[in-house]
């Protein structure tokens, strides 16, 4: 009776083990196909570069912390005497507080000459209250951006899931862009 004890909880310790051990495997091969899905609806995408920008109110951005936080991001090429881009202020200036938490944003000018002192001037003016950055066109050019008033969008695996070039948006448009990136 007491070796038929025995082989018995050997039996179920065994069948325990082996189906721990399927369990794994079961689960290394889904994290396998999820990440397969990622890269197959990247595929047709290119890669963002990586980028740290310091905005007029001292806080750092990068690229890399945003995609460490799992967040998206928006970047907004603009310059404090560009009338498309004054036309997009308000706009991305009624939006963004709806998004701020789910999605990182930021706006670099692309003039040089815009310095600190410039966008700060500007977006207390412009009532501005968005991260905006100094003249940084090693940015824009990383980017390959060519224009001011240029919205490009990035997904939360660091590739460029859209680049609105030279656009005037609303601020329903602006919506629609921060939800894609969500999806």
């Known amino acids: 009776m007491y070796k038929r004890f025995r082989l018995s909880t050997f039996l179920v310790i065994v069948v325990l083990l082996f189906s721990a051990c399927n369990f794994c495997k079961s689960s290394d091969k889904k994290a396998e196909v999820t990440e397969m ?21 001292d806080q750092t951005i990068s690229l890399k912390q945003s995609l460490a936080d799992q967040k998206p ?22 939006v963004y507080p709806e998004y701020k938490d789910r999605v990182n944003f930021v706006a670099i000018s692309i003039d040089p000459t ?13 009532n501005i209250n968005f ?3 100094k003249g940084t066109p090693k940015v824009m050019i990383d980017f390959g951006v060519k224009t001011q008033a240029t919205t490009v969008g990035i997904n939360k695996a660091g590739y460029v899931a859209f680049q609105k070039d030279k656009a005037v948006l609303t601020a329903d448009e602006y919506r629609e862009l921060f939800e894609q990136l969500l999806k």
């Open 37 to 57: 899905e990622i890269n197959k609806a990247n595929s047709d995408l290119k890669k963002a570069p990586q980028f740290e920008v310091v905005t007029i109110d």
């Open 73 to 94: 991001m928006i970047v907004y090429f603009t310059a404090s005497w560009c009338p498309m881009c004054a036309q997009n202020w308000p706009a991305i200036s009624e």
């Open 114 to 126: 815009d310095d600190d002192q410039v966008m700060t001037k500007l977006a207390k003016e412009k």
């Open 131 to 133: 991260p905006l950055v």
